[in-house]
């Protein structure tokens, strides 16, 4: 039965965590923040008090635990409570929503864990994830990198394609795309969907890193051959991504250029923009230490221990019996 094994996982993931001194938090599950992504849809939460009809709120249920950790990261060194030198590495395990998101590997709510460290680079960041996937599923994932796997599946540098190149590979592939990238000149959801249909598939224990361009709004990016590198990572287990990692980006005003240019992508793609100040800007602007964060999808992880085909096997209640 699932419910005995997701308790026997959760209970893996604090052992692994506590033993490395590790601190286990809870932040909000509803925000005044939202992450700004072209991908993610928030679910929104207008909360109206009857005393108070012309004054309405909205906050958002969290897509990620992200910005809160991030802010107690931030706030270490800058509240007693905080300034304590062993107090450098946390974790959360729990729920987030997306809106938009069912199928196969989709549930609108879905189970969370999120680490940080501070002082962790983008390698160490990779280390950790790698040593986690050791102790819970006895696996030993290789890295490598986006331009590697990316060019083997297709043969094209995903770095220094085109538009016109992307288009043809995916017609000789027979790769259906939607009608709307035919009218745009964007690389990013070309190289998105070669590489969820032609690559990922073939992804059984690989950590791919180094992605193309400014995909990750949170992730530093550092300039290669004469083009953007993000320093991200991914963790893929039997074609599924189950994780997912930054070397965290750490100036707030490039962060708060990046929230602007996402929310023009977002306007032309027909969705509405989303807050582009936040708590998270605030916080940074004090200064968030070096470090580096990871998510990961524990009914993911849980499909994969148990071989389930779908996450409604391993959640106790899929959204349409919620």
Request: glycine residues 6%; proline residues 7%; negative net charge.
């Amino acid at each position: 039965m699932f419910l005995r094994q997701r308790s026997q996982l959760l209970r893996q993931l604090r052992n692994f965590f506590n033993n490395k001194d590790f601190i286990e938090v809870q932040t909000p599950v509803l925000s005044a923040d939202t992450v700004v992504d072209r991908y993610i849809e928030p679910l929104p939460a207008v909360l109206q008090p009857p005393t108070k009809p012309a004054a309405p709120q909205t906050l958002y249920f969290r897509t990620s635990p992200e910005f809160a950790m991030k802010r107690i990261l931030a706030a270490r060194g800058q509240a007693d409570v905080l300034n304590d030198d062993e107090f450098n590495a946390i974790y959360e395990i729990g729920p987030v929503f997306r809106l938009g998101d069912r199928g196969q590997f989709h549930n609108p709510e879905f189970t969370m864990l999120e680490w940080y460290r501070i002082g962790d680079d983008y390698q160490t960041g990779m280390n950790l994830l790698e040593e986690l996937i050791r102790f819970i599923t006895k696996r030993i994932p290789i890295k490598r990198s986006f331009q590697e796997v990316f060019e083997s599946a297709t043969g094209l540098n995903p770095h220094l394609t085109t538009v016109s190149q992307c288009k043809k590979t995916a017609e000789q592939r027979g790769v259906v795309y939607p009608e709307s990238f035919t009218e745009t000149e964007d690389i990013e959801p070309w190289l998105d969907i070669l590489f969820s249909e032609l690559v990922q598939p073939k992804l059984k224990n690989v950590i791919v890193f180094d992605y193309p361009g400014e995909q990750p709004q949170l992730a530093q990016t550092r300039s290669e051959n004469g083009y953007t590198v993000s320093e991200r990572f991914e963790l893929f287990l039997d074609g599924i991504e189950i994780a997912n990692g930054y070397n965290e980006l750490l100036d707030a005003e490039e962060l708060q250029r990046r929230f602007a240019d996402t929310n023009r992508q977002r306007l032309a793609d027909g969705k509405g923009g989303l807050p582009v100040e936040s708590k998270l800007l605030e916080a940074m602007r004090l200064g968030l230490p070096p470090c580096s964060g990871t998510a990961l999808g524990v009914d993911r992880l849980l499909m994969v221990l148990t071989g389930a085909g779908a996450i409604d096997d391993v959640i106790t209640f899929p959204i349409e019996t919620a």
